[in-house]
């Protein structure tokens, strides 16, 4: 379950809002960089991504994700860091 409301979310904050008059050049530079980030987060293991994931998009504070998963605080620390760090490294 948590796993789909992940999945729902990330699709949901990839959009454009609906009221923001984008241009056809705007429009493609916005799905390619949807698409490097969709791809960069497949690439991501899994325990990280799901843990980055949770964090910023159901806002769950690193203590409540290391009580759900029955892991250290650090592990969470850890997780998230390494997913930004590869994150950053494949976009910028």
Known sequence: YRKEKTQLN???S???EQDYDAS???MVQFEE???SYARALTDIPE???VTLLINR???LKYHEIAEDFNISIKTVEKRI???LAYLKKELL
């Open 10 to 12: 990330f699709e949901q």
């Open 14 to 16: 990839m959009t454009i």
């Open 24 to 26: 056809p050049k705007e």
């Open 33 to 35: 960089v949807k698409a």
């Open 47 to 49: 325990n990280q991504r």
């Open 57 to 59: 998009n159901e806002g």
């Open 81 to 83: 860091s390494t997913a």
